[in-house]
């Protein structure tokens, strides 16, 4: 953690997205991380409330895109106000992505565009997606290439975000960075473990600082991602590394304040804004207000819901049955009468910054047979993109 008085040392610059005419300056330099199924339009704006910065959507696929699938769609619709819109996209053959940069120019649905090549889990690592593909150098700058170049037709900046590798032995960031830098991306983002890794342990953010010193020369600003719990921790990320601002992932979940508590560490404020369990219960509320609009479907708001309550309610004491029934909400009304229930009490505060959301243990990576054999060879993959927007 950063202590106050180091906090008030930090010098940043805004981070620049050159969108359209001048671009945006993200004066907190901050950066929402897609979460399938939590970085919904919903989750954003209630993010968005609490400060400053850019919010993501949750990762779509190119092909589910281009073929119009009902609930990629939805899951790119912005939420109330947003801007700029946020796009990230998952694709593993560059004639796909290129076709969906094309849809969301001509079209208008974006204003930005992130793209994915750190997702470690095995249904996207086993085609030769997420956090395998930078291992095939080629195929890596062909993608990039395509979505840069069709972005600058319509004036959409292009982001990269990726791991450290797929593991210790074949670790791609500092090539994939390059790559990517070189072909004009508006920067690179770096979660610092390795696919292997998954969400095991502490990240590296020595990795982040060899990123950033590596990419110097370029111009082109690294974001720094992994194990940011706090202001304070997005603090020392930037003092430690270099980096020109953080991406924020688990660290949100259950918590959408700690956006609040990165402007507040930025401004070299002292005071944290912690909230009380009353002031979570209102979040929580609406939370599944935003989610009734969202989903046009109660039932399917407070089924959304249910995953956030232990992100919510961690390290509150909740007496009786009301946790387990929160759990298992079906309906607004329920949601209110069992809100009510929750007896006031201050926010836990060594608990509430300790790691939440997946805590995997490293696990070999599922990657087609015979990925390894050579960083510039194709293999042939069975399957390609997913149909699903997700």
Not at 25 to 37: E, K, S
Not at 76 to 103: C, F, H, K, W
Not at 193 to 199: K, S
Not at 350 to 377: I, K, M, N, T
Request: glycine fraction near 12%; hydrophobic fraction near 40%; proline fraction near 6%.
């Amino acid at each position: 953690m950063a202590s106050a008085a180091a906090i008030g040392l930090l010098k940043t610059k805004p981070l620049h997205l050159p969108i359209r005419d001048g671009g945006l300056d993200l004066t907190t330099p901050v950066v929402l991380a897609p979460m399938a199924g939590i970085t919904n339009a919903a989750f954003r704006l209630l993010c968005r409330e609490q400060g400053a910065g850019l919010f993501v959507s949750e990762m779509v696929t190119a092909r589910a895109l281009v073929e119009r699938s009902e609930e990629t769609l939805r899951m790119i619709i912005p939420g109330e106000g947003e801007s700029p819109r946020s796009v990230q996209l998952y694709a593993t053959e560059p004639n796909d992505l290129a076709r969906a940069v094309e849809m969301i120019g001509k079209e208008d649905l974006a204003d930005h565009i992130d793209l994915n090549f750190g997702c470690p889990v095995p249904k996207v690592t086993r085609k030769g997606g997420g956090a395998a593909l930078p291992y095939k150098r080629r195929l890596f700058a062909s993608l990039v290439k395509a979505a840069v170049e069709g972005g600058a037709k319509y004036k959409i900046p292009v982001t990269v975000k990726m791991r450290v590798g797929i593991d210790s032995a074949h670790e791609t960031y500092l090539d994939a960075g390059m790559i990517a830098a070189n072909l004009g991306v508006a920067w690179v983002a770096l979660h610092a473990r390795t696919a292997e890794q998954f969400y095991e342990g502490k990240s590296d953010w020595s990795k982040i600082k060899n990123l950033v010193e590596h990419l110097a020369p370029t111009g082109v600003p690294v974001l720094g991602n992994g194990d940011i719990w706090s202001g304070n921790d997005g603090v020392a990320m930037m003092r430690q590394t270099g980096c020109a601002g953080v991406v924020v992932g688990r660290g949100c979940l259950g918590r959408p304040w700690l956006f609040a508590d990165l402007v507040r560490a930025f401004n070299g404020q002292g005071e944290r804004p912690l909230p009380t369990l009353y002031e979570v219960r209102e979040v929580m509320w609406r939370h599944a207000q935003l989610l009734v609009q969202y989903f046009e479907s109660e039932e399917r708001a407070c089924r959304d819901l249910r995953k956030h309550m232990a992100w919510y309610l961690k390290g509150f004491r909740v007496e009786g049955e009301i946790r387990p029934k929160l759990g298992m909400v079906a309906s607004l009304n329920e949601l209110r009468e069992l809100l009510d229930q929750l007896v006031d009490q201050p926010y836990p505060e060594e608990v509430g910054d300790a790691p939440r959301g997946r805590r995997s243990h490293g696990r070999s990576v599922s990657l087609p047979q015979g990925w390894l054999d050579d960083p510039e060879e194709l293999v042939e993959v069975d399957g390609g993109d997913s149909g699903s927007g997700g």
